[in-house]
């Protein structure tokens, strides 16, 4: 039988640091085969995101995107994600789909930030009042449960809406101060232009980048990416296809041989010295989404 599983029960029986462990793991089995269809019409978009990993299963996490929605105060974002059994193609569970993307997202950040970052790290700055920032500001303190937390955003509206969310959290005005004084810096925002500076980046700053998934978006610039050891969570989805990277390796400004490693060898995310700076693209993918999708299934049905 099919279990529909909705996103308020689910969601508060997770563990941020579970489900790393559970991506992890998911990395050690067989590589993904992942496509992605788009369909459209107008500005409305309808995404079908799959992938196989043999012995774990399948998914279709299917979204539609109407950016018109948002003028009459409805989501701009609906969707449903299918889970398919690996032994015989059965639907096994059919999941919300703001659920998966929150926890896939974020845990995806979370799994480098807990191999790359200091573990002394005590100041961590979220670019970006979203949605996104906001599981970050949730995954962030599970793995680092003594940190200080500091949020900057475009408009003053949106960081003090976040700061109603978590009192804790103090609003940046400058963001160049802001990262000088980050031991991670976690980013999530639209931006085509860089926001972030290597030159800002101290010795020692952990570096996690979200949101540009686009070949036109970029949250740093070349400097940033030149001073530090380049990470990604998966090199088919990341290196050709997101403006982060594909623009400076076009440019020369680094080289595809830079990336050190994607979670495929997850036994290389880790720190020579406390001093260098590290940097992680997190570019998501379908074969996160099922991975992420399992866990959850598991957790869902051992507690029921």
């Excluded at 961590?124 to 680092?144: C, E, K, N, P, W």
């Excluded at 926001?195 to 400097?223: C, F, K, N, S």
């Excluded at 623009?247 to 830079?258: E, L, M, S, W």
Aim: aromatic content about 8%; overall charge negative; charged content about 20%.
């Amino acid at each position: 039988m099919t279990v529909m599983i909705p996103f308020a029960a689910a969601d508060a029986m997770l563990d941020w640091l579970a489900l790393t462990d559970a991506l992890a793991a998911g990395h050690d089995g067989p590589k993904a085969d992942v496509a992605d269809v788009f369909l459209y019409e107008g500005q409305n978009t309808l995404l079908n995101r799959s992938a196989w990993i043999a012995g774990l299963g399948l998914a279709v996490k299917c979204a539609t995107i109407f950016p018109a929605n948002k003028a009459l105060g409805k989501p701009a974002i609906g969707g449903a994600v299918n889970l398919f059994s690996a032994q015989d193609g059965a639907l096994e569970a059919i999941l919300d789909f703001h659920l998966v993307t929150k926890w896939k997202t974020a845990g995806d950040s979370l799994l480098a930030a807990r191999r790359l970052a200091r573990p002394d790290s005590r100041n961590i700055l979220i670019v970006g009042a979203g949605t996104v920032g906001q599981s970050l500001r949730q995954a962030y303190a599970a793995a680092f449960p003594d940190a200080r937390f500091t949020i900057w955003n475009r408009s003053a509206a949106g960081a003090e809406a976040f700061r109603q969310a978590f009192p804790d959290v103090t609003i940046a005005g400058d963001l160049e101060q802001a990262v000088r004084g980050a031991d991670i810096v976690t980013s999530a925002t639209m931006s085509t232009d860089p926001l972030i500076r290597g030159d800002w980046l101290q010795p020692g700053t952990h570096v996690d980048l979200i949101g540009a998934y686009r070949p036109d978006m970029r949250e740093v610039d070349d400097a940033a990416l030149q001073k530090a050891r380049i990470f990604v969570d998966s090199r088919d989805t990341t290196i050709h296809h997101i403006g982060e990277l594909k623009i400076p390796i076009a440019a020369g400004a680094i080289a595809p041989h830079d990336i050190i490693a994607d979670f495929y060898a997850l036994d290389q995310f880790k720190r020579h010295n406390p001093d260098e700076i590290t940097l992680f693209k997190n570019g998501g993918g379908a074969h996160l989404d099922l991975m992420t999708c399992r866990h959850i299934l598991d957790v869902w049905q051992a507690r029921r």
